[in-house]
């Protein structure tokens, strides 16, 4: 599926997307008892922000998402921030069963997915990564907060009164943030076989400029909505005069982490040998 998240909107979003909190790794390690022997596969990993941090508590991540340039940065920075036994795949949720036969008869300890499932078939993905999964394993669907234009705010609100403006459209789509969506993945999970599904959040707070509202803005828009080049500092003007007087703007970041797990008992040892490193295809 082709989503036009390439070129500059990549560079913006490995840029300006923030990565997760310790807690967010420490959920996951407990919920899957996760052992440096296991391997996880990052599902839509963009530009690495949960696989890299991953890679350093196992011993390897697969990385994979439809996006080569997504891919092309999060292989250069990867080895930098420690990030060195990761497999980057080009593929998407569709890919998934074909993912299963290149891994044989190992066995995902567990499969992430960082505020991407809205672009996928869930449904017929559980079912597909079901047997991919070892025992005592699992699905994470994570969603690293809500977008900064519909937080409950003024800043936000006047953020997004400016983008619906500019861009001419309402802005409701949660991007996977909403409790409507979770709503949708908990039953998805326990229909496919998943157990014990759980959700907690992870909450805090932080201080962003004006310059990393806008990264973020243009992060999260397709290429072909993305101002041009020469046009980009008089959007970032006008995103300045609607925000209030402020040098930054506090916003909340509630990390929603939920899982489900495949019955039975983690075993902590490797069921087979991950398949060698591979580039992306298509990417430089």
């Given amino acids: 599926m082709e989503l036009g998240f390439g070129g500059d909107v990549a560079r913006y979003y490995a840029r300006f997307r923030r990565g997760y909190p310790p807690e967010v790794f420490e959920a996951l390690d407990e919920t899957f008892a996760l052992t440096p022997q296991d391997t996880v596969l990052d599902l839509g990993c963009g530009t690495g922000q949960l696989t890299v941090p991953l890679a350093r508590r196992v011993r390897a991540v697969i990385g994979m998402d439809p996006e080569p340039d997504m891919l092309r940065m999060a292989r250069e920075a990867a080895p930098a921030a420690g990030g060195t036994d990761v497999t980057w795949v080009l593929g998407a949720d569709a890919d998934v069963p074909a993912l299963g036969a290149l891994l044989g008869e190992h066995r995902l300890a567990a499969t992430v997915i960082g505020q991407a499932l809205h672009w996928m078939q869930h449904e017929d993905l559980f079912a597909a990564l079901l047997p991919l999964i070892r025992p005592g394993g699992g699905v994470a ?4 907060g809500t977008p900064a234009w519909l937080q409950d705010s003024d800043w936000s609100r006047a953020l997004r009164g400016f983008l619906e403006e500019h861009f001419g459209t309402e802005l409701k789509d949660s991007c996977g943030t909403a ?44 290429e072909r909505q993305l101002p041009a080049p020469a046009d980009r500092p008089a959007f970032a003007q006008r995103v300045r005069q609607a925000l209030p007087h402020r040098e930054t703007f506090t916003e909340r970041v509630d990390v929603s982490v939920l899982t489900g797990r495949k019955t039975g008992e983690a075993t902590g040892r490797p069921t087979g040998k991950l398949p060698g490193r591979a580039a992306p295809t298509g990417s430089p």
Avoid: M, Q, W
């Avoid at 669907?141 to 690293?144: I, M, S, T, W």
């Fill in 141 to 144: 669907v994570l969603a690293n």
């Fill in 179 to 222: 409790r409507k969506d979770r709503e949708r993945y908990a039953p998805a999970l326990e229909a496919a076989g998943f157990t014990d599904v759980r959700h907690r959040v992870v909450s805090y707070t932080e201080e962003v400029t004006c310059e990393e509202l806008v990264g973020g803005i243009y992060s999260a828009l397709p």
